[in-house]
Nanobody, 120 residues
Framework: QVQLVESGGGSVQSGGSLRLSCAAS????????MGWYRQAPGNQRDWVGD???????NLSEAVKGRFTISRDTAQNKIDLQMNNLEPDDTGVYYC??????????????WGQGTQVTVSS
């Protein structure tokens, strides 16, 4: 069974920084992508950024220049470093991954979500 476990998050003032981590565990054969979405109250879930198997890292225009993504392939882990946070960054952040589970096919998995609150 595969699962994603997130850590980090919390409350900061505008201009502050936070770091989120997501670790995948279980019967993992391969991971083709890992990334983050976020959802503000009353809004849809929006893509923040991701890492792809080819090594590319992509970030949305809303966070480019402020957020960075790093990937630890040995530990099946991805981090989201968030700097210069703004109140509009507030929301629940979800980690996701496309994983090939041993003995099974490719599936998308989601973390439980972690709250990020930025006050002005």
């Amino acid at each position: 069974q595969v699962q994603l476990v997130e850590s980090g998050g919390g409350s900061v003032q505008s201009g502050g920084s936070l770091r989120l981590s997501c670790a995948a565990s279980g019967s993992i054969d391969s991971i083709s992508a890992m990334g983050w979405y976020r959802q503000a109250p009353g809004n849809q879930r929006d893509w923040v950024g991701d890492w792809a198997m080819q090594g590319y890292i992509n970030l949305s225009e809303a966070v480019k220049g402020r957020f960075t993504i790093s990937r630890d392939t040995a530990q099946n882990k991805i981090d989201l470093q968030m700097n210069n946070l703004e109140p509009d960054d507030t929301g629940v952040y979800y980690c996701y991954a496309r994983i090939l589970e041993l003995g099974a096919g490719w599936s998308d998995y989601w973390g439980q979500g972690t709250q990020v609150t930025v006050s002005s």
